[in-house]
C-alpha cells in the first residue's frame, strides 16, 4: 500500500496568500538550552498551506470548520491532471474526461511546481466561474486545488467559492500533488477541530487504490 502525503509543510518560509496572516514558529523551551522538553509556539492563520474552506469561510451562517461531517473527507478521490492551463473552465473540464459519478477531485496543475518557492505567486492556476458551475452541476462534493485559492488572485467576489460553497461542495485548498500519478485514490482530509473556524489547516494523505 502506498500512501502519498499531499500536505504542504508549516514553516517559517512557506508561501502565504497575500494578505494573510504569516507563520512564526518560535521555540518556547529547547533540551539543548538546559530545558526538560522541545516545546514550540505556532502562529498562523487558518487558510495556512493544506486547509479546508468550511461554509462559514463566506456564509455567515454557514457550518465551521469543527461541524463539518468528516465522512465527506474520507472516502474514493480522482487525481485530475490538467497540464499547464491557468484557468480551469467548463471546456477544461470537459476535455478532461472525468468519470460520471466522481463525487471527490484534486486538480493536478502547475501549481504544485510553486510550493518549493517561498514567495506567493499572484498567476496560479484556478478554477473559473463556468468551472466551478459545470462541478455543481455533476454533483460534486468536495473539490481541491494544488495552491492557495481555486478563485483567481483578486478574483473580488470570490465567484467560484460562493459557487461551490453554496452548492454544499467542500473546498481543499494548498495541497501538493507534484508526485502524485492521475488516477483514482482514497482521500483522508482531517482539519483541526478549531471551534468556530472559518478554516482549518489539514493533514492531507491519497492511499493507492
Not at 498551506?49 to 461531517?69: A, K, R
Not at 486538480?107 to 466551478?132: E, P, Y
Request: glycine share 10%; with cysteine.
Amino acid at each position: 500500500m502506498k500512501i502519498y502525503d499531499i500536505s504542504v509543510p508549516i514553516s517559517n518560509d512557506m508561501p502565504i496568500y497575500q494578505g494573510d496572516p504569516g507563520v512564526e514558529i518560535t521555540p518556547v523551551s529547547r533540551i539543548s538550552a538546559g530545558d526538560s522538553a522541545n516545546v514550540s509556539l505556532l502562529k498562523f492563520g487558518d487558510h495556512t498551506g493544506t486547509h479546508i474552506d468550511p461554509p462559514f469561510h463566506f456564509l455567515e451562517n454557514g457550518l465551521t470548520i469543527d461541524q463539518l461531517p468528516l465522512e465527506r473527507l474520507i472516502g474514493e478521490c480522482l487525481v485530475c491532471a490538467m497540464g499547464d492551463t491557468e484557468e480551469i473552465g467548463a471546456a477544461e473540464l470537459e476535455q478532461a474526461k472525468i468519470p460520471t459519478g466522481t463525487k471527490r477531485i484534486l486538480f493536478k496543475t502547475r501549481n504544485s511546481a510553486l510550493w518549493s518557492d517561498s514567495a506567493f505567486h499572484k498567476d496560479f492556476t484556478h478554477l473559473n466561474a463556468d468551472g466551478a458551475d459545470w462541478l455543481v452541476e455533476r454533483g460534486m462534493e468536495v473539490v481541491g486545488i494544488d495552491y492557495l485559492s481555486v478563485d483567481r488572485f483578486k478574483s473580488g467576489n470570490h465567484p467560484v467559492h460562493c459557487r461551490l460553497i453554496g452548492a454544499g461542495i467542500t473546498i481543499i485548498e494548498g495541497v501538493c500533488l507534484a508526485d502524485v500519478p492521475e488516477g483514482i485514490y482514497e482521500l483522508i482530509c482531517l482539519p483541526l477541530k478549531i471551534k468556530g473556524g472559518d478554516g482549518g489547516p489539514s493533514r492531507a494523505v491519497l492511499i493507492e487504490r
